[in-house]
Nanobody
Framework: EVQLQASGGGLVQTGGSLRLSCVVSGLTFDAIAIGWFRQAPGKEREAVSCLSIYDGSTYFADTVKGRFTISSDNAMNTVYLQMNGLKPEDTAVYYC????????????????WGQGTLVTVSS
């Protein structure tokens, strides 16, 4: 069974940091791409950062570029999203999702999704 387990969310003050983790099971890790998406109340789900394990390609939304980094520990089948300099507008539920191999940016191209982890940034 395919399972994506996201963790690491929490409540932080503006300027704080969090590290999100996504552990993938039931898939060949080096054959997938992984995306972090977020959805705030009343807003569309948007791509935050994506990583192709297959070719190493990465993507960052303009709103997080320079503040967030994405990385993987392939031996642990885990992808991390390091979030620094957090702002109130980063508040959202963050979801980890997988697609097949090459880097994808659109949520409809991702076929497996985790439950999400809540990030709240207070002023």
């Amino acid at each position: 069974e395919v399972q994506l387990q996201a963790s690491g969310g929490g409540l932080v003050q503006t300027g704080g940091s969090l590290r999100l983790s996504c552990v993938v099971s039931g898939l060949t890790f080096d054959a997938i791409a992984i995306g972090w998406f977020r959805q705030a109340p009343g807003k569309e789900r948007e791509a935050v950062s994506c990583l192709s394990i297959y070719d190493g390609s990465t993507y960052f939304a303009d709103t997080v570029k320079g503040r967030f980094t994405i990385s993987s520990d392939n031996a642990m089948n885990t992808v991390y999203l390091q979030m620094n300099g957090l702002k109130p507008e980063d508040t959202a539920v963050y979801y980890c999702a997988t697609s097949q191999g090459i880097l994808q940016l659109l949520p409809q191209t991702y076929n497996y999704w985790g439950q999400g982890t809540l990030v709240t940034v207070s002023s």
